[in-house]
């Protein structure tokens, strides 16, 4: 099976930065494509940031021109860059990982960031 292991969550003041890491593990992985959704109380899930295997990336809106996602493929990581953070970005991140020919979504714990006004 495929395990998920997040960290880098935190809490930190409106226009600082956190970097999240994320590393998929297992047996011969195939991944398609990784990334965050986060979840604020009260919330719908959102998705913030996606790369696949070739490199395209998705942000969303809210979060364009401040994160960045990249990813390291021979370590099955992925990372997102957080900067000029915002008290609305307040939210459990959840990483992702899409594997395999059937797109099996695997998820990982989630990890709390927390922006202070």
């Known amino acids: 099976q495929v395990q998920v292991v997040e960290s880098g969550g935190g809490l930190v003041q409106a226009g600082g930065s956190l970097r999240l890491s994320c590393a998929a593990s297992g047996s011969d992985i195939n991944i398609n494509a990784m990334g965050w959704y986060r979840q604020a109380p009260g919330e719908q899930r959102e998705l913030v940031a996606t790369?696949?295997?070739?490199?395209?990336?998705v942000y969303a809106d809210s979060v364009k021109g401040r994160f960045t996602i990249s990813r390291d493929a021979a370590k099955n990581t992925v990372y997102l860059q957080m900067d000029t953070l915002k008290p609305e970005d307040t939210a459990v991140y959840s990483c992702?990982?899409?594997?395999?020919?059937?797109?099996?979504?695997?998820w990982g714990q989630g990890t709390q960031v927390s922006v202070s006004s």
């Open positions: 992702f990982v899409v594997v395999g020919y059937d797109w099996i979504y695997y």
């Open positions: 790369i696949t295997n070739g490199d395209v990336t």
